[in-house]
C-alpha cells in the first residue's frame, strides 16, 4: 500500500501516538544502501510511517568542477559519476555538447557508442541483481553476477585499456577504433550470456521465497510513478511505455529491433523482471550492431572539434595548428543551452548544458536518475515493514555517486 | 531528438497569459519560455493541466553575477503523451533571490528544488520542506554561484576588493 500522507494514517489503540514512533538511522554505511545513504525511518512498531533520505555523503561538485574544464576533459568527469554504466554517462555528456555545436557523428562511431552502452547495462543490471540479491539472503548469486559481469569489463579493458571509468567518447566520435579481435571476444560475450541469464532466473524467478520478498511489495502506481518522477525501469514496471531510446532514438536505436518491457504491477517483483527482460533485449541490440557494424571513419572529420589523425601531423601545418588549438584551448561552443538524454540503465539521464560562447561549459547540471528514483523513496516506504525497506532500496537501483554527483 | 511544435505552443501561452510571457525561443530543437515570477505557478498549471506536461525533468538555475537581476531558474518539464518538453524560466535578483516553487503543480521539483537552494541560494515560495540537501546542514555559502571559489583559497591582497564577494560566500 503506498500512502502519502502520514497524517491519514488512523489513530487507534492499536496504532501508537506519533510521538512514541521511533527514529531509526539506516546507514550511512548500511550494506544495502550500496554507496553512502542515510535514511531516518520513523518506526511504529515495525511499521514504517515516514523515511527522510539524507544523501550528500559522496556530493563530489561534479557540476562545478564541469565549469573549470574545457568540453574533451569534461568528458572524464562524467564517467565518475554513475560509476556502474560509465559508457552510458560518457555519450550522455557528448551529445549535449554535439548537440549545442552541431556536430555529425559518423555511423561507425554511433554503432560502437551503442555497443559500449549496452554492455554497460548488462553489467550494471547483472551487478544489481547480485547485490540485491545479497539484501534479500540469495548470497550465491552475488558470486555468479560477479563473474558475469566481469566478461562486461574485461572487454571495456580490451577497448579502452580501463575497466570502468572509460571516457571512450570524444565529440563527434569515439576516441578509439575498436582493437583487433574485440568483436571475436564480444561475440562470445553475446553467446554465453543467454545461458547465464537463465541460470540466474532459474534460481530466482520462480524461487517462492523471492516472490515472497518482491511480489507486492513497494507498489507505486502509473500515474503515482509519474507524479513522483521516477525513471526508468521503476516507472516502466508501473506500467508507462517510456524508454528513451524508444521515445527519441539516439545514436542510431532506431535502426535495431529491440522490445522495452513494460510492467503491470509496479512492485518490487516486475522490476526485476524489467531489468532481466532489459537485459536479454541488450544482448538483442549487441548482436544486431555486431552484425551490422558499418566501417569508415569513427571519428568526425570536422577538424574543429576533432583531433586530426597523426599521421596528417607530418604532411599538413593546417594539422598542425588544428591539433595545436584542439590540445591547447579546446573548441567553442555557440550561445545557448541544450538537454540532451540517454537511457541509463536507472533511467533518463539528461545533460542540461548551458554556453556562454567559451570553451567550457557556463553551466552543467546532471538530472541523475538517481537522484530522482531516490525521492520516491518517501513514498514507497510508508506502511511497509522495515524488512521491506531493504527490498524497496534495492528496487530502485539508485547508484549514490550518481545521485549525489 | 524530436521536433516540438514550437510556434502554437508559445502562442497559446502569449494568448493566455499575455505580458507574462517575456521571452521565448527555440534552440536546437528546444523550447525555452521565460515567464514572469508572479504567474510562473499558474503558467505551470496551465501546461500540465491544458497541455498535458506531466513529467517533471529537473529544475536548476543558472549564475550570470553581470546580470541584474541575477538567477535564472529553469525547470524542464515533458509531455509523455505528446513527446513534447518545454523549459519554464524565471529571473530572481540579488540580494535575496525568490522565485515560486512549481511543487504544487509537479511533486516531483521537490526535491530539484531543494538541491537549487542548497548550491545558489534562491528561495523557492511555498517549498514544502525547504532546507540543504546535498551539502551538510551547517555548510555556509552556495557552491555553485560563479563567486565561489571552486578550488583552493582566494587570496585577496587588502588594497583589494572582489567585485560582488560576499564574505561567506568565500569557502574554498
Given at each position: 500500500m503506498v500512502k502519502t500522507d502520514i497524517a491519514q494514517e488512523p489513530i487507534g489503540p492499536e496504532h501508537e501516538p506519533e510521538a512514541e514512533w521511533m527514529e531509526l538511522n539506516m546507514g550511512p554505511h548500511h550494506p544495502s544502501t550500496h554507496g553512502v545513504l542515510r535514511v531516518r525511518l520513523k518506526l511504529d512498531g515495525e511499521i514504517v510511517r515516514d523515511a527522510d533520505?539524507?544523501?550528500?555523503?559522496?556530493?563530489?561538485?561534479?557540476?562545478?568542477?564541469?565549469?573549470?574544464?574545457?568540453?574533451?576533459?569534461?568528458?572524464?568527469?562524467?564517467?565518475?559519476?554513475?560509476?556502474?554504466?560509465?559508457?552510458?554517462?560518457?555519450?550522455?555528456?557528448?551529445?549535449?555538447?554535439?548537440?549545442?555545436?552541431?556536430?555529425?557523428?559518423p555511423p561507425r562511431a554511433q554503432a560502437i557508442r551503442v555497443i559500449m552502452m549496452e554492455l554497460a547495462r548488462v553489467s550494471s543490471h547483472e551487478l544489481w541483481l547480485g547485490t540485491t540479491g545479497l539484501d534479500l539472503g540469495v548470497y550465491s548469486g552475488f558470486f555468479y553476477a560477479w563473474r558475469d559481469r566481469d566478461l562486461a569489463l574485461d572487454l571495456n579493458?580490451?577497448?579502452?585499456?580501463?575497466?570502468?571509468?572509460?571516457?571512450?567518447?570524444?565529440?563527434?566520435?569515439?576516441?578509439?577504433?575498436?582493437?583487433?579481435?574485440?568483436?571475436?571476444?564480444?561475440?562470445?560475450?553475446?553467446?554465453?550470456?543467454?545461458?547465464?541469464?537463465?541460470?540466474?532466473?532459474?534460481?530466482?524467478?520462480?524461487?517462492?521465497?523471492?516472490?515472497?520478498?518482491?511480489?507486492?511489495?513497494?507498489?507505486?502506481?502509473?500515474?503515482?510513478?509519474?507524479?513522483?518522477?521516477?525513471?526508468?525501469?521503476?516507472?516502466?514496471?508501473?506500467?508507462?511505455?517510456?524508454?528513451?531510446?524508444?521515445?527519441?532514438?539516439?545514436?542510431?536505436?532506431?535502426?535495431?529491433?529491440?522490445?522495452?518491457?513494460?510492467?503491470?504491477?509496479?512492485?518490487?517483483?516486475?522490476?526485476?523482471?524489467?531489468?532481466?527482460?532489459?537485459?536479454?533485449?541488450?544482448?538483442?541490440?549487441?548482436?544486431?550492431?555486431?552484425?551490422?557494424?558499418?566501417?569508415?571513419?569513427?571519428?568526425?572529420?570536422?577538424?574543429?572539434?576533432?583531433?586530426?589523425?597523426?599521421?596528417?601531423?607530418?604532411?599538413?601545418?593546417?594539422?598542425?595548428?588544428?591539433?595545436?588549438?584542439?590540445?591547447?584551448?579546446?573548441?567553442?561552443?555557440?550561445?545557448?543551452?541544450?538537454?540532451?538524454?540517454?537511457?541509463?540503465?536507472?533511467?533518463?539521464?539528461?545533460?542540461?548544458?548551458?554556453?556562454?560562447?567559451?570553451?567550457?561549459?557556463?553551466?552543467?547540471?546532471?538530472?541523475?536518475?538517481?537522484?530522482?528514483?531516490?525521492?520516491?523513496?518517501?513514498?514507497?516506504?510508508?506502511?511497509?515493514?522495515?524488512?521491506?525497506?531493504?527490498?524497496?532500496?534495492?528496487?530502485?537501483?539508485?547508484?549514490?555517486?550518481?545521485?549525489?554527483? | 531528438m524530436s521536433v516540438n511544435p514550437t510556434g502554437t505552443l508559445v502562442q497559446r501561452i502569449g494568448e493566455r497569459f499575455k505580458t507574462a510571457l517575456q521571452e521565448s525561443s527555440d534552440f536546437r530543437g528546444d523550447l525555452s519560455v521565460v515567464i514572469e515570477p508572479g504567474t510562473l505557478v499558474d503558467v505551470a498549471r496551465y501546461l500540465k493541466v491544458e497541455e498535458g506536461f506531466d513529467y517533471l525533468l529537473h529544475a536548476t538555475a543558472v549564475d550570470w553575477p553581470a546580470r541584474d537581476p541575477r538567477f535564472t531558474a529553469v525547470w524542464e518539464v515533458r509531455s509523455l503523451a505528446n513527446k513534447t518538453r518545454i523549459r519554464l524560466k524565471t529571473t530572481a535578483a540579488m540580494p535575496d533571490p525568490h522565485v515560486p516553487s512549481l511543487t504544487s503543480v509537479w511533486p516531483a521539483a521537490n526535491w530539484h528544488e531543494r538541491e537549487t537552494w542548497d548550491l545558489f541560494g534562491i528561495t523557492f515560495d511555498g517549498h514544502p520542506d525547504l532546507r540543504r540537501i546535498l551539502m551538510p546542514p551547517s555548510w555556509e555559502g552556495f557552491p555553485l554561484r560563479k563567486d565561489y571559489v571552486s578550488f583552493g583559497e582566494p587570496v585577496i591582497f587588502s588594497d583589494q576588493k572582489l567585485e560582488g564577494l560576499e564574505p561567506d560566500a568565500i569557502r574554498g
Open positions: 533520505a539524507d544523501i550528500g555523503y559522496l556530493h563530489t561538485g561534479f557540476e562545478k568542477s564541469f565549469e573549470d574544464k574545457t568540453y574533451t576533459q569534461g568528458i572524464t568527469f562524467s564517467d565518475r559519476m554513475d560509476y556502474l554504466a560509465p559508457p552510458i554517462n560518457n555519450v550522455g555528456f557528448v551529445s549535449a555538447v554535439e548537440k549545442l555545436i552541431g556536430v555529425e557523428v579493458e580490451a577497448y579502452s585499456g580501463v575497466r570502468m571509468m572509460t571516457s571512450f567518447t570524444r565529440v563527434g566520435g569515439v576516441a578509439w577504433d575498436l582493437p583487433d579481435g574485440w568483436l571475436d571476444q564480444l561475440q562470445r560475450f553475446i553467446d554465453v550470456m543467454p545461458s547465464r541469464i537463465d541460470d540466474f532466473e532459474s534460481m530466482l524467478t520462480d524461487n517462492p521465497i523471492w516472490h515472497q520478498r518482491l511480489e507486492g511489495v513497494g507498489v507505486i502506481s502509473a500515474a503515482d510513478a509519474i507524479e513522483a518522477g521516477v525513471t526508468g525501469p521503476v516507472l516502466r514496471a508501473s506500467g508507462v511505455n517510456y524508454d528513451v531510446r524508444k521515445a527519441f532514438p539516439y545514436c542510431g536505436y532506431e535502426q535495431y529491433d529491440f522490445e522495452v518491457p513494460v510492467g503491470t504491477n509496479g512492485d518490487c517483483y516486475d522490476r526485476y523482471r524489467m531489468r532481466v527482460a532489459e537485459m536479454r533485449q541488450s544482448l538483442r541490440i549487441l548482436q544486431q550492431a555486431v552484425d551490422n557494424l558499418p566501417g569508415g571513419p569513427w571519428l568526425t572529420s570536422d577538424r574543429k572539434v576533432a583531433l586530426p589523425p597523426r599521421s596528417e601531423l607530418s604532411k599538413s601545418m593546417e594539422a598542425v595548428i588544428h591539433q595545436f588549438r584542439l590540445v591547447s584551448e579546446g573548441f567553442k561552443g555557440p550561445v545557448g543551452d541544450v538537454y540532451a538524454f540517454v537511457e541509463s540503465p536507472r533511467g533518463e539521464l539528461g545533460f542540461y548544458l548551458v554556453s556562454d560562447g567559451t570553451n567550457k561549459p557556463y553551466r552543467m547540471k546532471v538530472r541523475p536518475p538517481s537522484f530522482c528514483n531516490l525521492q520516491a523513496l518517501k513514498r514507497l516506504v510508508q506502511g511497509v515493514l522495515v524488512a521491506d525497506v531493504i527490498a524497496i532500496m534495492g528496487s530502485l537501483d539508485f547508484i549514490l555517486g550518481d545521485c549525489d554527483r | -
